[in-house]
C-alpha cells in the first residue's frame, strides 16, 4: 500500500520510493481557499459534458450520493467503479455512524493510458463534492489498495477552519482512513498499524518547528495532523477507560452541523469534541501541539500500544498497557 497524501491540496504518493503522480505542482504557498478567493477553484469543477457518462444515486448512511463517471474511457466496469466508491461510503458511514452529509456529488475523471488513482480533492461550496481521478487502465486490484477515495469523503464531517489549522482537515482524513476502512473489513489489523508505524514518523515536529498552526509544510500538515488525532485517540480512551475514542469527538462535531460545507473556529469543533468525550483532550492536546513544539516518543507509544515493527510487517503484544486501546480502535 502507497503511502497516503503528503501535500497540501493536490494528494500524490509519499516518499518512501514510491512514484510521484505526474505533472506535480507544488500549491504550499496557493492553497485551496486562496485558490477559492481568488475565483481558480471553479475552474477545478468543470461541469460534466463527457459524450458518454454513466452516473448513479448511491442511499448509504442516511445519503444520497451522486457518482458520475467518464466510463467510455475506462477499461473497467461502470459496476466495478461505483462499487469501490460504495465501499468508501460504507467505511466513512461505519466511523461515523451516518454519512457525513445528506447530499454528496463524486464526479470520476479518467485520465489516458494511466494506472491508478491521484488528483483527488474535496469542496464544501456549492455543497459537498469531491472530483477524483482514475487511470484509464486500472485494475480492480489497484481500485480495492485505493485509500484516496475514502479519505476524501472523511473530509466532509468537519469543518472547514482558518487556513492555519489546515492540518487538523488533512490531518484527521490520514488517520481515520485506514482505521474507517479496517473496521469494515477492507484492512487488516496487521495493515492498518503497519502502515501508521511506517508513515507516521513524518509526522514528528523538527527542532525548528514551532507548533501545527505555525509550520506549514506537508509532513506537519498531514502527518503532523495526523499524529495529533492518534495522540488524541489514545489519551481519550485512557480517560474514559476505553469506553471512548477520538470517533466520538468527530461523530459529536459532525452532529452538531460540523461539516465541509460550513466555515468554524477551529476551537469551536475541539470544544464540541472535548465535551462529547467527557473532558478537555482535545484542547488541552491543541495547546500543546498549535503554537508550541512538543516532543513525542512514538517508538514508545508504539511500544505500549503492543505494536512490534518487524521490518516490512508488525505483530501484537497483547499484554501490553494499552493492547486493549490498540484492538478498540480499529474495533
Known amino acids: 500500500m502507497t503511502s497516503r497524501p503528503v501535500c497540501k491540496w493536490y494528494d500524490y ?34 461541469a460534466l459534458q463527457w459524450e458518454r457518462a454513466e452516473s ?28 469501490w466508491v460504495s465501499q468508501a461510503a460504507r467505511a466513512v458511514t461505519k466511523y461515523f455512524e451516518k454519512f457525513p452529509v445528506q447530499q454528496a456529488s463524486i464526479n470520476i475523471f479518467v ?21 477524483i481521478t482514475v487511470g484509464q ?8 489498495e485505493d485509500w484516496m477515495m475514502t479519505h476524501e469523503m472523511i473530509h466532509f464531517g468537519f469543518p472547514s477552519v482558518p487556513e492555519r489549522h489546515h492540518w487538523i482537515e488533512e490531518g484527521s ?40 498552526d505555525n509550520t506549514d509544510s506537508w509532513a506537519s500538515t498531514y502527518w503532523g495532523g495526523a499524529l495529533f488525532c492518534l495522540l488524541a485517540d489514545v489519551e481519550i480512551r485512557k480517560r474514559t477507560g476505553n469506553t471512548k475514542g ?25 470544544e464540541i469534541g472535548s465535551k462529547a468525550t467527557d473532558g478537555n483532550t482535545l484542547l488541552e492536546l491543541y495547546e500543546k501541539m498549535g503554537t508550541r513544539h512538543m516532543e513525542v516518543n512514538l517508538s514508545g507509544l508504539w511500544k505500549q500500544l503492543g505494536i512490534i515493527s518487524g521490518g516490512r510487517a508488525v505483530s501484537f503484544d497483547h499484554d501490553a498497557p494499552l493492547a486493549s486501546v490498540r484492538a478498540a480502535i480499529l474495533s
Open 137 to 144: 487502465h486500472t485494475t480492480e486490484d489497484e481500485l480495492r
Open 56 to 83: 448513479i444515486a448511491l442511499h448509504i448512511g442516511g445519503a444520497t450520493i451522486h457518482v458520475a463517471l467518464e466510463s467510455d474511457r475506462l477499461d473497467l466496469s461502470t459496476g466495478v467503479v461505483f462499487e
Open 13 to 46: 504518493r509519499g516518499q518512501f520510493g514510491f512514484p510521484f503522480c505526474k505533472n506535480f505542482v507544488n500549491v504550499s504557498e496557493l492553497t485551496r481557499r486562496s485558490m477559492l478567493k481568488r475565483g481558480l477553484a471553479a475552474a477545478t469543477i468543470p
Open 111 to 131: 485520465a489516458e493510458k494511466r494506472h491508478g488513482v491521484f488528483h483527488g480533492k474535496s469542496f464544501g461550496d456549492r455543497g459537498a463534492h469531491s472530483r
Open 246 to 270: 477520538l470517533e466520538h469527538a468527530f461523530r459529536a462535531i459532525n452532529h452538531a452541523g460540523g461539516t465541509i460545507e460550513v466555515n468554524w473556529p477551529l476551537e469551536r469543533a475541539l
Open 173 to 212: 482524513a490520514t488517520y481515520i482512513e485506514p482505521i474507517a476502512r479496517g473496521r469494515i473489513g477492507a484492512l487488516s489489523a496487521e495493515r492498518v498499524w503497519g502502515d501508521l508505524v511506517r508513515d507516521m514518523p513524518q509526522g514528528l515536529p523538527r527542532p525548528s518547528d514551532r507548533g501545527l
